[in-house]
C-alpha cells in the first residue's frame, strides 16, 4: 500500500516523493479482483476510450486475450467468468497500464500448475520492462519468476533472501546423511592442491638456484625428486577425494529419486496429469544427473582451488606485497569482461531448460504416438511440431554460445597475464634495490599456480547458476501439496453408493465433475 502510493510513508522513495505520485506511476492488482473490474465486456475492460485507435496498442491488448486464454470470452461481461478467468484477466489489465512499477497481490491465486506456469512466463515478460512487486504465499511463483524475496517472518522483521538459499537447503536436505563422506572429499582435495602448489614453491627455489649458479647435483637431484613426490601426492589425493565425493554424490541422487517418486504417487491425480510425460523423464533422469558434477566436484573441487591459491597469495604478500598486489589486476580485469556473461546466465539457463523440456515433449509424445500418428495419416503435421522443437533448441543454443563467446574467452586470455604487470614493476624494483632477485623469480613462478588454480574453480561456477534452475524444477515437485486422505476409518452400512450434485476439480476454474447424481447398487455393474 505504501509502495502503490496508498497509505503515508515516513522516509524517501525513488520514484514518488507523494503519495499522489506514487499513486500515478504503480498500478495495484487486489487479492479480491472483483473489485477492479468495471466495464461490460472483456475487451473493453482492456481497451481505455483513449486507445481505441491506437493500432500498436490494440495488437498488444489481442497478444494479452490470447495469452490469458480469454479470446472466446472477449465480448463476455467479465462477471461471467469463473475466478481463475477474472485473475488472468485483471492481471494482463495491469501489464497494459503502462505504469512505472507493477504491484499484484496473489496473482495466482486459485489457479493450477499449467497456468501458473502461463501467468509466471508473462510476468517475466513484464519485467523486462518494468520492476514488478509480487505479495504471495506461492513458492513455485517464487521459483518460476522472483529474483529476489523479502521474506516477513511472525515478528514482521525484514530479512532479504536470495533464491539460492532454498536452493542449498534443498542440496543440503540429501547430502547431509553423508556430511562426514563429503568433509573427508574436501580435505583430500585440499591436500591435492596444496600438495601441487608446493611442487610451484619448489620449482621457483630450483630456479634461483640456476640463477645463482649452484652446480650442486644433489641440489637439483633433491628438489627434483621433491617437484616429483608432491606431484604424485596431488594425484592421489585428488583421485582419493573423487572417488569418496562420487560415492556419497550417488547415493544423494539415488535419495532425491526415490523421493520424486514417492512424492508421484502421493500429489493429486490433477497435478501429475499437468506434467507431461517429457518433463517429469528431464526432471527425474536428466535434471537429477546434471546435478552429480555439482555435488561430486564442485563441494571438493571448488573449495579446495579457493583455499589453495588465497594460502599462496598470503605467502606472496609475505614474500613482497606490492608485487602479489599487481599479479591480480589481469584476473580482475578477466571477471570483469565475464561479468556481464554470468549477469544474464542463470536466465538463459532457465530457458535452455523450458527449451529442451519442450523439445523432450515433443520426441517423446512423437516416438510414443508413432503407430497411432501413420494410422490417422498425420505424420506431417506431428513431425513438423517435433521438427520445430528440435531446430528452436539448436537456434537457442547456438544464439547464447555466440552471446557468450567474447566474455568468456576475454576471462581466459586475459587472467593468466599476470606476468604483463609483474615483469615491468618488479624490474623497477629490482632495479632501485628494493626487491631481490629471487623474490622476484619466486612470484613469477607463484604467480601461475594462483591464477591456474582460480580459473580451475571459476570453471563451476556456471554449474553454481544452473542448480539454481535444477532445484527449483525438483522442488516443484517435492514441494507440493499432498493429496489430502481421510484420518479415520468410517464404517458403511451396506454396499450401496449414491452421488447427490457432487462437484470435482483439480483447480477453481476447470471443473472434472459438476452437479452429478446418481445411485450404484449394491451387487449391479455401472458403466461411465
Given at each position: 500500500?505504501?509502495?502503490?502510493?496508498?497509505?503515508?510513508?515516513?522516509?524517501?522513495?525513488?520514484?514518488?516523493?507523494?503519495?499522489?505520485?506514487?499513486?500515478?506511476?504503480?498500478?495495484?492488482?487486489?487479492?479480491?479482483?472483483?473489485?477492479?473490474?468495471?466495464?461490460?465486456?472483456?475487451?473493453?475492460?482492456?481497451?481505455?476510450?483513449?486507445?481505441?485507435k491506437d493500432s500498436e496498442y490494440l495488437k498488444e491488448v489481442t497478444t494479452y486475450i490470447h495469452a490469458i486464454d480469454l479470446w472466446d470470452k472477449k465480448m463476455d461481461h467479465p462477471q461471467e467468468l469463473s475466478g481463475g478467468q477474472k485473475q488472468r484477466l485483471a492481471l494482463a489489465t495491469a501489464f497494459l497500464s503502462e505504469r512505472k512499477i507493477i504491484i499484484l497481490d496473489e496473482p495466482t491465486s486459485g489457479l493450477d500448475y499449467k497456468r501458473m506456469k502461463e501467468i509466471g512466463a508473462m510476468i517475466r515478460k513484464y519485467a523486462a520492462k518494468r520492476p514488478v512487486v509480487i505479495i504471495t504465499h506461492d513458492l513455485e511463483l517464487l521459483f518460476e519468476v522472483c529474483n529476489t524475496v523479502l521474506m516477513l517472518d511472525d515478528k514482521s522483521k525484514n530479512f532479504w533472501y536470495q533464491r539460492r538459499i532454498w536452493i542449498m537447503n534443498l542440496i543440503k536436505q540429501y547430502v547431509k546423511e553423508q556430511k562426514n563422506t563429503y568433509i573427508q572429499s574436501v580435505l583430500l582435495a585440499v591436500l591435492g592442491v596444496v600438495s601441487g602448489l608446493a611442487a610451484y614453491i619448489i620449482l621457483a627455489k630450483m630456479i634461483v638456484g640456476l640463477i645463482g649458479k649452484n652446480t650442486e647435483?644433489?641440489?637439483?637431484?633433491?628438489?627434483?625428486?621433491m617437484v616429483l613426490a608432491a606431484m604424485v601426492l596431488k594425484e592421489i589425493f585428488a583421485a582419493a577425494s573423487t572417488s569418496i565425493s562420487h560415492q556419497a554424490t550417488f547415493y544423494s541422487l539415488?535419495?532425491?529419486?526415490?523421493?520424486?517418486?514417492?512424492?508421484?504417487?502421493?500429489?493429486?491425480?490433477?497435478?501429475?496429469?499437468?506434467?507431461?510425460?517429457?518433463?517429469?523423464?528431464?526432471?527425474?533422469?536428466?535434471?537429477?544427473?546434471?546435478?552429480?558434477?555439482?555435488?561430486?566436484?564442485?563441494?571438493?573441487?571448488?573449495?579446495?582451488?579457493?583455499?589453495?591459491?588465497?594460502?599462496?597469495?598470503?605467502?606472496?604478500?609475505?614474500?613482497?606485497?606490492?608485487?602479489?598486489?599487481?599479479?591480480?589486476?589481469?584476473?580482475?580485469?578477466?571477471?570483469?569482461?565475464?561479468?556481464?556473461?554470468?549477469?544474464?546466465?542463470?536466465?538463459?539457463?532457465?530457458?535452455?531448460?523450458?527449451?529442451?523440456?519442450?523439445?523432450?515433449?515433443?520426441?517423446?509424445?512423437?516416438?510414443?504416438?508413432i503407430e497411432v500418428i501413420k494410422m490417422f495419416n498425420q505424420s506431417e503435421t506431428s513431425y513438423q511440431k517435433y521438427s520445430e522443437a528440435v531446430h528452436e533448441n539448436a537456434v537457442f543454443y547456438y544464439h547464447w554460445m555466440k552471446e557468450t563467446m567474447i566474455g568468456v574467452s576475454a576471462y581466459r586470455k586475459i587472467s593468466p597475464m599476470s606476468l604483463l604487470t609483474i615483469l615491468p614493476l618488479g624490474v623497477y624494483f629490482y632495479l632501485n634495490g628494493s626487491l631481490t632477485i629471487a623474490t622476484f623469480i619466486t612470484i613469477i613462478v607463484l604467480s601461475f599456480g594462483t591464477v591456474e588454480n582460480i580459473l580451475t574453480a571459476t570453471n563451476y561456477m556456471d554449474d553454481l547458476s544452473r542448480i539454481g534452475t535444477i532445484t527449483k524444477e525438483i522442488g516443484l515437485i517435492l514441494d507440493a501439496p499432498d493429496l489430502e486422505h481421510g484420518k479415520e476409518n468410517v464404517s458403511l452400512s451396506g454396499s450401496d453408493i449414491e452421488l447427490k450434485n457432487v462437484d470435482f476439480s483439480y483447480t477453481e476454474d476447470k471443473k472434472v465433475l459438476e452437479g452429478v447424481s446418481l445411485t450404484i447398487g449394491e451387487n449391479q455393474v455401472t458403466a461411465f
Open positions: 500500500r505504501t509502495l502503490a502510493g496508498l497509505i503515508k510513508n515516513k522516509g524517501k522513495i525513488s520514484y514518488g516523493k507523494t503519495t499522489k505520485e506514487r499513486l500515478k506511476q504503480s498500478y495495484y492488482m487486489m487479492q479480491d479482483v472483483d473489485y477492479q473490474i468495471f466495464f461490460d465486456t472483456v475487451e473493453n475492460e482492456l481497451i481505455p476510450k483513449n486507445k481505441v647435483f644433489g641440489f637439483y637431484l633433491q628438489y627434483g625428486l539415488k535419495k532425491i529419486r526415490e523421493e520424486i517418486s514417492k512424492k508421484l504417487f502421493r500429489m493429486p491425480l490433477g497435478k501429475v496429469m499437468n506434467i507431461s510425460s517429457g518433463k517429469l523423464k528431464n526432471i527425474i533422469v536428466d535434471q537429477v544427473d546434471s546435478m552429480e558434477t555439482t555435488l561430486a566436484h564442485i563441494i571438493p573441487e571448488m573449495t579446495a582451488n579457493i583455499i589453495g591459491p588465497i594460502l599462496l597469495l598470503i605467502y606472496m604478500f609475505i614474500l613482497d606485497w606490492r608485487l602479489a598486489l599487481v599479479s591480480l589486476i589481469p584476473l580482475v580485469i578477466g571477471m570483469f569482461c565475464m561479468k556481464s556473461v554470468m549477469a544474464s546466465y542463470g536466465k538463459k539457463y532457465q530457458q535452455s531448460v523450458e527449451i529442451n523440456q519442450k523439445m523432450n515433449n515433443a520426441v517423446v509424445e512423437y516416438i510414443g504416438g
